[in-house]
Antibody, heavy 117, light 108 residues
Framework: EVQLVESGGGLVQPGGSLRLSCAASGFTFSSYSMNWVRQAPGKGLEWVSYISSSSSTIYYADSVKGRFTISRDNAKNSLYLQMNSLRDEDTAVYYC??????????WGQGTLVTVSS | EIVLTQSPATLSLSPGERATLSCRASQSVSSYLAWYQQKPGQAPRLLIYDASNRATGIPARFSGSGSGTDFTLTISSLEPEDFAVYYCQQRSNWLGFTFGPGTKVDIK
């Protein structure tokens, strides 16, 4: 069974940092590209970042470029999102998802990040 | 940047009725369009990929069509568990992924 489990969310002050993790199991993690997608309270889905299977290709949404860094450790079947200079508008549930071509196939249950003073 | 527009914003229907949801792209995305279903408190679930292919385990009452800029998700006969929010999504090389704003299908 495919499982993606996010962790690392919590309450952080504006300007602070947080590192999210996503633990993958049940599939060959090293063969799949991965996405981070977020959802602000009561809002729609927003794609955040993409990383290819070998980490050779990385994309970011304009809203997080220069502040967030995506990475992965295929030996540990893990995906990460380092979030710096956090803003109120970064408050959201953050999902990791496996990428199959042009779509996100499997999703974790998400981890809540709250940016507030 | 490719913008996705979904209509209607809300669709009020009764169980057993047919639902037709629209997604329009600001420029051609070929057939690289996916549809997701999301229920309150849950992660999104992939329904349709590459415009018309049902994901694993998705019932046959869900179907997708279209190419280029105009796409449709059809639910042939609504079941109680189908009342949810539906998002379309596209992928652009070099620019990443974009989601539409969503269509909420609620009970009339």
């Amino acid at each position: 069974e495919v499982q993606l489990v996010e962790s690392g969310g919590g309450l952080v002050q504006p300007g602070g940092s947080l590192r999210l993790s996503c633990a993958a199991s049940g599939f060959t993690f090293s063969s799949y590209s991965m996405n981070w997608v977020r959802q602000a309270p009561g809002k729609g889905l927003e794609w955040v970042s993409y990383i290819s299977s070998s980490s050779s290709t990385i994309y970011y949404a304009d809203s997080v470029k220069g502040r967030f860094t995506i990475s992965r450790d295929n030996a540990k079947n893990s995906l990460y999102l380092q979030m710096n200079s956090l803003r109120d508008e970064d408050t959201a549930v953050y999902y990791c998802a496996s990428v199959g071509g042009s779509y996100s196939q499997y999703w974790g249950q998400g981890t809540l990040v709250t940016v507030s003073s | 940047e490719i913008v996705l527009t979904q209509s209607p914003a809300t669709l009020s229907l009764s169980p057993g009725e047919r639902a037709t949801l629209s997604c329009r792209a600001s420029q051609s995305v070929s057939s690289y369009l996916a549809w997701y279903q999301q229920k309150p408190g849950q992660a999104p679930r992939l329904l349709i990929y590459d415009a018309s292919n049902r994901a694993t385990g998705i019932p046959a009452r869900f179907s997708g069509s279209g190419s280029g800029t105009d796409f449709t998700l059809t639910i042939s006969s609504l079941e109680p568990e189908d009342f949810a929010v539906y998002y379309c999504q596209q992928r652009s090389n070099w620019l990443g992924f974009t989601f539409g704003p969503g269509t909420k299908v609620d009970i009339k």
